[in-house]
């Protein structure tokens, strides 16, 4: 083992071996830092979504149902996220960057009715999840394409992925092709499957049961 930081290294390391911990209380309960991996988890086979065919929707409870396609989505204002994010198989990962359109500005061009309180999101592949709009607008939920950089992988759901950092990463669905707005909640694959409808990593809602 060498303990001398080597300076051609890259700087991404949040410490060196183990001189300096990460601060504790950037962790949520019964999480741990996953440090410089980024661990992949997908229930299905990692689709290939062509941009030239790309497409999102935003439809169901809304005024003025939305679609735009690869150029169209990029050619919106956009901003992105920096921090962290917390998968409910324990890993946190910190300092993660992300660029894409804020979920205000794709449901803000839908414009949902007055009884809207749900978003089902849709991945091409099937997949589904389930999130009060409240936990969607005001700033904290995205469409992202970009992450640490760079054009976000197949694997981590390119082109583009849901972000939703605040709740457990299996709300921040892969190869998001639709956002449905809905009067009623639907759980989608997982909160199917035991997990908490909602999913706050700071309140541990990690199953079916928990607070
Ligand atoms: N379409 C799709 N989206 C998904 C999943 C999936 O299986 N399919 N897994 C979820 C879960 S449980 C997690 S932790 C994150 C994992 O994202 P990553 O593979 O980029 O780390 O994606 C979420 N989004
Ligand atoms: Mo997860």
Known sequence: MNDTPDP???VTRGFVGRERPADPGRLPPGQYDV????????????????????TLAVDGAVE???SWDWEGLRALPHDGYS???????????????FTGVSLDVLLGAAVPTGDAAYLIVHSSSGY?????????????????????????TAEHGGPVRLLVP????????????????SSV?????WENNG?????????????????
């Open 8 to 10: 051609a290294a890259p």
């Open 35 to 54: 440090g410089e991996n980024w661990p992949v988890l997908s229930a299905e086979v990692v689709p290939t979504v062509h941009t030239e065919e790309f």
């Open 64 to 66: 003025s149902p939305q």
């Open 83 to 97: 921090g962290d994010i917390h998968c409910v198989t324990t890993w946190s990962k910190f300092d993660m960057t």
């Open 128 to 152: 589904t999840t389930n999130l009060p709009l409240a936990d969607v607008l005001g700033g904290k939920a995205w469409v992202v394409w970009e992450a640490q950089g760079k054009e976000l």
């Open 166 to 181: 605040h709740l457990y990463f299996w709300k921040s669905a892969k190869w998001v092709n639709r956002l449905e707005v």
């Open 185 to 189: 909640d639907r759980p989608g694959f």
């Open 195 to 211: 997990y908490h409808d909602r999913g706050d990593p700071w309140l541990e809602q990690r199953y079916v049961g928990d607070p």
